[in-house]
């Protein structure tokens, strides 16, 4: 358009003066112009934006003029596409084109927000477990040269004297005269209090006490105790550990009615990893798990035992038909 003006002021110039140069300089002139108009398209529409042809239609004019195909996209301002958080006022998504792949890119952006949510409320869950499990250590001492008649009981028993003991767990070689233990209390100082018990005589050696670097491993809340008659279980329960894998579930039992009392129900595990198995055994009387406790280092086969009072009841087993019923 600025050529044409340019040509059109020069045109004016020229039919004020005189002489046939200038008039043979008019009419080159006047050959560009019409050379440079007939190189434009005459079916050529005005492009008028997307945004500009609603307030057309708007105004009475025909819109359908102005827009373009339905296949070009339709643009939006990056202002107007996040200020409103990809949403137009009509509550639907905003997006780049409008050819149809707009239900994609909208599934695309949930996908990532619930991805967003579901990371968030895991990284969440991941520092309450670290901060429960750090409250936990503060809470628990290691307990080291216990003697190996040493029970749990015994051992819950001393340290009772510092606080609310929570959970109490002997470990160690079974081969070794001596053990050590995790001891957790149910406030941080209870565990502070234990460490004054540090050089106490507990059977044939002075035990050690320090604060742990570690948890104790909760037991399944699934194994626990449900009901009050299932508590009542767990008070004629006895758990013992260390039993040689040539002992039958029925040596277990004789061995146990001859020194304690009648049995009522018996568990015994193992696998093929561990070199000793488990048993969790149920009296009838509450007075016989009491007396098993002290059968403590006593053999059952080429092992000598060691039992504990269980945290556990021993539930019946289902059966396939019972599970079917």
Do not use: W
């Not at 003029?65 to 639907?92: Q, T, W």
């Amino acid at each position: 358009m600025a050529v044409v003006a340019e040509i059109a002021i020069r045109s004016d110039d020229q039919l004020s003066g005189t002489g046939a140069g200038r008039d043979q300089e008019f009419q080159s002139d006047v050959k560009k112009l019409v050379d440079l108009l007939s190189k434009l398209n005459p079916s050529a529409k005005e492009f008028v934006p997307s945004s500009r042809a609603g307030v057309l239609a708007a105004d009475g004019r025909q819109a359908g003029g102005h827009r373009l195909s339905a296949d070009a996209p339709v643009f939006v301002s990056s202002a107007e596409y996040y200020g409103n958080g990809g949403s137009g006022g009509d509550g639907s998504i905003k997006d780049s084109s409008s050819d149809g792949s707009s239900g994609n890119q909208n599934n695309q952006q949930q996908r990532r927000r619930r991805n967003g949510y579901n990371q968030g409320r895991r990284r969440m869950s991941e520092r309450a477990r670290r901060a429960q499990k750090e409250e936990s250590i503060r809470r628990t001492v290691y307990v080291s040269d216990i003697d190996q008649h040493v029970t749990e009981e015994h051992l819950a028993e001393l340290f009772s004297y510092c606080g609310k003991v929570v959970d109490c767990r002997v470990c160690g070689d079974t081969n070794s005269l001596l053990r050590f233990a995790f001891i957790e209390f149910a406030d941080d100082y209870g565990a502070r209090a234990a460490l004054t018990l540090g050089g106490t005589m507990l059977g044939f050696y002075p035990v050690r006490v320090l604060p742990s670097k570690t948890a104790i491993l909760p037991v399944n809340p699934t194994f626990l105790p449900k009901s009050d008659d299932e508590k009542e279980m767990v008070t004629r329960t006895v758990y013992c550990t260390n039993i040689d894998k040539k002992v039958t579930q029925m040596d277990v039992k004789i061995f146990f009615n001859k020194y304690c009392g009648e049995v009522s129900r018996l568990r015994l595990l193992g696998d093929h990893v561990h070199k000793t198995r488990i048993a969790f055994v149920e009296f009838i009387q509450a007075e016989s798990a009491i007396i098993a406790l002290s059968c403590s280092g006593m053999f059952i086969g080429d092992l000598p035992i060691r039992v504990s009072p269980s945290k556990t009841p021993v539930r019946p087993r289902v059966t396939r038909q019972q599970f079917a019923n």
